[in-house]
């Protein structure tokens, strides 16, 4: 097994469409030790059946967009594991109303969140969790086409995946020193509830499986597969990196 013993934190678990339970089933299959985390009773209540299935050792409350608690979690899996060998960062949010209109009209609360959720987010987990990770940890988030290309209706979410991506490039170089990787999956679309959200994508699906090399949409067992890769150490020289996993799409012209 490739991730035996290894120790993954997983934050963003959603519900079992979400990438993130795609990745988590997949590092389960090679062996890694779970847990979750989850953002008030409610979203704790469709985490704690998810943690149960999957056989994760422990739930905690993490909102990103709190400090304190984001130093809070990292306190509790110190407790609990003393190190952390992956973490995953499947994490973004953006105001439905900035994902219908037009990106122009994008309110300044409403890019200041979005930004702060789906990438800043990033830097200030491994920030708090950096005395955590171990040797030759990974880190890895999820990001979409849509930071590099126009995608109509993906607005100011395209811009926080594209900081998001810089963010991976600037936090590859930080932490390279103490051998921790940091890369982004770049998944092609997928019917998750977050991408349920951005009108744009309602009819791109046909259109992959019309012209995308591979002729067929991704699963969130395919973008596992890609971060049981990641955090494994057959990938122990990739750090900085955007892998795209999305059949070849993202390299078509027309």
């Given at each position: 097994?490739?991730?035996?013993?290894?120790?993954?934190?997983?934050?963003?678990?959603?519900?079992?469409?979400?990438?993130a339970?795609?990745?988590?089933?997949?590092?389960?299959?090679?062996?890694?030790?779970?847990?979750?985390?989850y953002?008030?009773?409610?979203?704790k209540?469709?985490?704690?059946?998810?943690?149960?299935?999957?056989g994760?050792e422990?739930?905690?409350?993490?909102?990103?967009?709190?400090?304190?608690?984001?130093?809070?979690?990292?306190?509790?899996?110190?407790?609990?594991?003393g190190?952390?060998?992956?973490?995953?960062?499947?994490?973004?949010?953006?105001n439905?109303?900035?994902?219908?209109?037009?990106?122009i009209?994008?309110?300044?609360?409403?890019?200041?969140?979005?930004?702060?959720?789906?990438?800043y987010s990033?830097a200030?987990?491994?920030?708090?969790?950096?005395?955590?990770?171990?040797?030759?940890?990974?880190?890895?988030?999820?990001?979409?086409?849509?930071?590099?290309?126009?995608?109509?209706?993906?607005?100011v979410?395209?811009?926080?995946?594209?900081?998001?991506?810089?963010?991976?490039?600037?936090?590859?170089?930080?932490?390279?020193?103490?051998?921790?990787?940091?890369?982004?999956i770049?998944a092609?679309?997928?019917?998750?509830?977050?991408?349920?959200?951005?009108?744009g994508?309602k009819?791109?699906?046909?259109?992959?499986e019309?012209?995308?090399?591979?002729?067929?949409?991704?699963?969130?067992?395919?973008?596992?597969?890609?971060?049981?890769?990641l955090?494994?150490?057959?990938s122990?020289?990739?750090?900085?990196?955007?892998?795209?996993v999305?059949?070849g799409?993202?390299h078509?012209?027309?």
């Amino acid at each position: 097994m490739l991730l035996q013993g290894k120790k993954a934190l997983i934050l963003g678990l959603a519900n079992n469409k979400s990438i993130a339970y795609g990745i988590a089933s997949l590092f389960k299959e090679q062996g890694a030790r779970l847990a979750f985390n989850y953002v008030g009773d409610a979203i704790k209540k469709r985490v704690e059946p998810l943690n149960e299935e999957l056989g994760g050792e422990f739930i905690f409350p993490c909102d990103v967009c709190d400090d304190t608690q984001i130093s809070e979690a990292a306190n509790i899996v110190a407790k609990e594991w003393g190190s952390v060998d992956i973490l995953v960062h499947s994490i973004a949010f953006a105001n439905r109303e900035d994902l219908t209109g037009r990106f122009i009209d994008t309110s300044r609360d409403g890019f200041q969140l979005a930004l702060g959720v789906s990438a800043y987010s990033l830097a200030a987990l491994c920030r708090s969790f950096e005395p955590l990770l171990a040797p030759g940890a990974s880190v890895m988030c999820m990001t979409y086409h849509g930071s590099t290309k126009i995608v109509p209706g993906y607005n100011v979410m395209g811009v926080a995946k594209a900081a998001l991506e810089c963010s991976t490039r600037y936090l590859a170089y930080e932490l390279g020193e103490k051998g921790i990787r940091v890369n982004a999956i770049s998944a092609g679309p997928i019917k998750t509830l977050a991408a349920s959200a951005v009108s744009g994508l309602k009819n791109i699906f046909t259109r992959i499986e019309e012209a995308a090399p591979l002729r067929r949409n991704v699963t969130t067992q395919d973008v596992g597969g890609t971060a049981v890769f990641l955090a494994s150490d057959l990938s122990r020289a990739v750090t900085g990196e955007v892998i795209y996993v999305d059949s070849g799409y993202s390299h078509m012209g027309i």
